[in-house]
């Protein structure tokens, strides 16, 4: 079974410095149809303004993921963590037990794109960490490229979950596919472009929840740049 959750079904949010669209409940946007899928929490679609940002605050018990489409962003955090990511940067930071960060766009004139990820721990309690690494164009390209994961196979990121986070960028008439495992499941979501999943046209913003599929093939249309999560 697949369930999509339309781009212009999403929460919405405009602070004037930040755009934001709200894929699952999250601060005041809530919907008790869409608190999240499995493990997965949070996906937040973020647009900030040029030298606007997120000031000092704290998380915990969270795995939070952010995945850069386009600007550039500075992070730093009470970790000792702090760095600027751009595009094909993906950062990913532990809360747990206790975590204090700041973000925001590094530039004066463009803003940035990017995709705030939170999932649920194996685990409550554990030490905080942070960690970031590149994945470029050319290594997702007609691909899909393991970007995170429980044990940090293939060179990706570790999450304190059991879930494979892929990430790929297709152009028109690429193809590919993702077998899920019996008992798994996947939520897709398209960062840019149009695809075609096992047949549904999704478009910038769409996701899909899917659950009881066996094979999943996705098709580009125009340019596009896909995430699948693979979840227990």
């Known amino acids: 079974m697949i369930r999509i959750r339309r781009a212009e079904e999403r929460g919405h949010a405009n602070h004037g410095w930040l ?12 919907d008790k149809n869409h608190m999240g899928f499995r493990s997965l929490r949070v996906i937040n679609d973020d647009t900030i303004d040029p030298g606007r940002g997120f000031g000092a605050h704290p998380h ?34 532990s809360a747990g037990t206790g975590i204090v960060h700041s973000e925001f766009n590094d530039s004066s004139e463009d803003p940035v794109r990017l995709l705030q990820i939170w999932i649920e721990p194996a685990e409550p309690g554990i030490e905080p960490g942070y960690e970031e690494k590149n994945f470029s164009d050319d290594d997702k390209r007609g691909r899909w490229r393991l970007i995170a994961s ?13 879930i494979d986070l892929y990430a790929a960028v297709l152009g028109q008439g690429d193809s590919v ?34 659950s009881g599929e066996k094979r999943l093939v996705l098709e580009g249309v125009d340019d596009a740049e896909v995430l699948l999560f693979d979840l227990a």
Request: net charge negative; charged share 25%; no cysteine.
């Open 19 to 30: 755009d934001t669209y709200f894929t699952f409940s999250f601060s005041g946007y809530y």
């Open 60 to 93: 915990e018990n969270m795995e939070i993921i952010t995945y850069i489409i386009r600007g550039a962003l500075a992070h730093k955090d009470s970790t000792g963590g702090g760095s600027v990511i751009r595009r094909g940067d993906v950062q990913h930071m």
């Open 150 to 162: 429980s044990e940090g196979r293939d060179a990706s990121l570790i999450v304190r979950q059991d």
């Open 177 to 210: 596919q993702h077998d899920l495992a019996t008992d798994r499941h996947a939520w897709i979501q398209v960062a840019d472009g149009d695809v075609v999943l096992n047949g549904e046209r999704l478009k910038r913003g769409d996701g899909a929840a899917v």
